[in-house]
Structures are given as C-alpha cells and as structure tokens.
C-alpha cells in the first residue's frame, strides 16, 4: 500500500475511447478492472449539444449509490462530464453488463469527508488530485431511479 498522499503511477494501456470501446463490447469483461480498482462507464447529456458521452470512471458505492469524483487528475477546470450533469442530473451508468439509469447529485461540503474517505480507499491519488488544484474537486453520488434500466 502506498503512502498517504504518495502519487501511484496508474497503468494507461487502457484509456479514454478505446476503455468505452472495450468495455461496451464485453460486458466489463475488459475494463470493469482498471489498475485494481471498479470502473463504470458514466453517459451524460452534453450540455451545450445534446449529444450523449460516455466516460470511464472508477467508481465506490455508499449503500445503492455509485460515487464518482470529478478530479481529471487535479486540473484546474472540471472535467466536462461534471459540467454536463450540474446542468442535467439525468444520466445512464453500466456497471459490468447492467445499464441503470441515475440521478446525479453533488455532494455537501457536510456528506463530502464520509463519502472522499470510500473513495481515497480505493483510489489515493485522489488525495493527490485535491493538491494539484485550487478547486474543491467535487464529488458525485450517482443515485439508481427507481425501476431505472436504462435503454442500452
């Protein structure tokens, strides 16, 4: 285990496009597992063009909820997911080979330290990420709509 606020290098043969791709096309089967952690794809509504994006995200679960950062590795700005979800918190997840449909919610300032904790279990870098950036990183509880399948 690597020290507390000690950067881990992630494995990126897998990114992006081609980690949708992969993911899409086997269930999870290739990319649920990225560098030891769960992965969701996470499709949003682009905010400005209506078209619908998909993007890899590791994810932690609080109790049905799917949690999310908006890190993209410490940059100054948010990541355009974040952006597309504050303006429309409808959005679909495919966790493995199940497609469910959520609500997106950022968290409190109150929610934020329980719910960082599950995530930097998982993923200390994001411990790292907060310190590269003057921006609050946000993070997000993806909640299931009740009878939410989504359409796949």
């Not at 199940?98 to 719910?115: F, N, Q």
């Not at 590269?132 to 399948?149: C, K, Q």
């Amino acid at each position: 285990m690597a020290e507390p606020g000690s950067y881990q290098q992630p494995d990126v043969t897998l990114l992006g496009q081609e980690h949708v791709r992969r993911y899409q096309e086997t269930d999870g089967e290739v990319g649920y597992l990225w560098n030891d952690v769960p992965i969701l794809l996470l499709t949003t509504t682009g905010r400005k063009t209506g078209v619908l994006r998909t993007t890899p995200l590791i994810f932690g679960q609080d109790g049905e909820d799917y949690l999310i950062i908006a890190s993209q590795g410490g940059a100054p700005t948010h990541p355009l997911w974040y952006l597309n979800l504050v303006a429309n918190p409808e959005a679909q997840i495919q966790v493995r080979a199940e497609h469910i449909a959520v609500t997106a919610h950022t968290a409190s300032d109150a929610e934020k330290p329980r719910l960082w904790k599950i995530m930097t279990e998982q993923w200390p870098n994001y411990d790292v990420y907060q310190t590269r950036t003057e921006r609050p990183i946000p993070l997000v509880s993806l909640r299931p709509i009740a009878g939410g399948r989504a359409s796949a």
